[in-house]
């Protein structure tokens, strides 16, 4: 009972301090944006919302918390308006029409295996965590390898298409593949996740690592902003809410099997 005890606070500290630090991240990278000449402030403050519903979705799927679909679905709505104004159609059109749905995919599962909008007593997840088999996990791999190299190509000949129309310098193929595979493994995260898998806590580790070393190689070069240093630190609290995860979520797979 005292290790139940301990962990329930344990859980509750990290996740004040995930929140808060994230929050402050999130303040410091609206501030900043806001500064800038020609700021829209609803869009910006709309954008900032949809992002902080984005943090507690985050730390709520750790927590194996169904309410993290509720939140996720705000987000992904916001993102997609955010986008739409922005002219940035690709990352609308998987919005709009994948993290959407998938929303809806992953509360229907997650009730079908013992998620409650209630914890017990003791503030134990009623979820029931599944794991991959082997040929599931070659599946994924699969998967994994063959949406990277068409996304590859695909970002590649839209860059090609906006080099030949003069909208951006030169065509970055380290970068595109960098972007195909950030693309790739959050398309798999979200299925796994909804799907109520542990493995999707790997996935998101190497997203966030991804995405740390996107910025700081951002943050390293030439003409690199203080909103580049405020990312950076935000990724790094998602991966540590995506450590806590992967630790949470070993403990429900492992209840799933003894059960």
């Known amino acids: 009972m005292m290790n139940a005890e301990k962990e329930r606070k344990f859980n509750l500290a990290f996740n004040i301090f995930l929140v808060a630090g994230m929050l402050v991240a999130l303040t410091l990278t609206t501030i900043?944006?806001?500064?800038?000449?020609?700021a829209r402030t609803f869009m910006l403050v709309l954008a900032a919302f949809g992002a902080m519903m984005g943090i507690l979705n985050t730390v709520l799927s750790a927590n194996g918390h169904i309410l993290t679909f509720v939140f996720g679905l705000v987000d992904v709505v916001i993102a997609?308006?955010?986008?739409?104004?922005?002219?940035?159609?690709?990352?609308?059109?998987?919005?709009?029409?994948?993290?959407?749905?998938?929303?809806?995919v992953g509360f229907w599962q997650w009730r079908k295996r013992g998620a409650a909008l209630e914890k017990g007593a003791g503030g134990e997840s009623g979820l029931r965590a599944r794991r991959l088999s082997r040929r599931q996990w070659a599946w994924l791999v699969a998967g994994l390898l063959a949406g990277i190299a068409a996304l590859y190509l695909i970002l590649l000949f839209v860059d090609k298409a906006q080099l030949a129309q003069g909208r951006i310098d030169s065509v970055s193929k380290p970068k595109v593949l960098l972007d195909a595979t950030v693309m790739a493994l959050n398309i798999a995260g979200q299925v796994l996740l909804s799907f109520a898998f542990m493995e999707q806590w790997y996935i998101w580790i190497l997203v966030n690592i991804s995405s740390i070393s996107l910025w700081a190689v951002t943050l390293m070069g030439p003409g690199a902003s203080g909103n580049a240093a405020v990312m950076l630190v935000k990724y790094i609290f998602y991966l540590l809410n995506s450590l806590n995860g992967l630790r949470i979520w070993l403990?429900?797979?492992?209840r799933e099997r003894i059960g």
């Open 80 to 104: 997609s308006i955010v986008l739409l104004d922005n002219g940035i159609m690709g990352n609308f059109a998987l919005h709009a029409f994948y993290f959407l749905p998938m929303q809806f």
């Open 251 to 254: 403990n429900l797979s492992r």
């Open 32 to 38: 900043f944006k806001l500064q800038q000449p020609g």
